[in-house]
């Protein structure tokens, strides 16, 4: 599956931005998908995924309540809904895709595909 991400940019603190991230390829609904971010110097870390059927969804702590996953199987999309950004948001955001992964999939080794990112940055 070939993964393409969208929708970065500069936005201020309490800002919102969506990102979108278009598969193709593959049959979507075989994947769980998933959101990781990535700040420089930083390690890339989970923020977010979604199951095949978007029915389970898991989210990391420090966006919990302001970010919101969702799928449309139908568009063969996963989008990001970010709210009230931080400066500390402020990363290369990667979407992510694994024929195999658990709903509950939060580790980079669990997904195998992963698109090119696309830079969110917040200002204080």
């Known amino acids: 599956v070939q993964l393409q991400a969208s929708g970065g940019g500069l936005v201020q603190a309490g800002g919102s931005l969506r990102l979108s991230c278009a598969a193709s390829g593959s049959p979507f609904s075989n994947y769980v998908m998933g959101w990781f971010r990535q700040a420089p110097g930083k390690e890339r870390e989970f923020v977010t995924a979604?199951?095949?059927?978007?029915?389970?969804?898991n989210y990391a702590d420090s966006v919990k309540g302001r970010f919101t996953i969702s799928r449309d199987n139908a568009k063969t999309t996963v989008y990001l809904q970010m709210n009230s950004l931080k400066p500390e948001d402020t990363a290369v955001y990667y979407c992510a895709a694994d024929r195999y992964a658990r709903n509950q999939a939060k580790t980079v080794a669990e997904y195998a595909y992963w698109g090119q990112g696309t830079q969110v940055t917040v200002s204080s």
């Open positions: 979604i199951s095949r059927g978007g029915g389970v969804t």
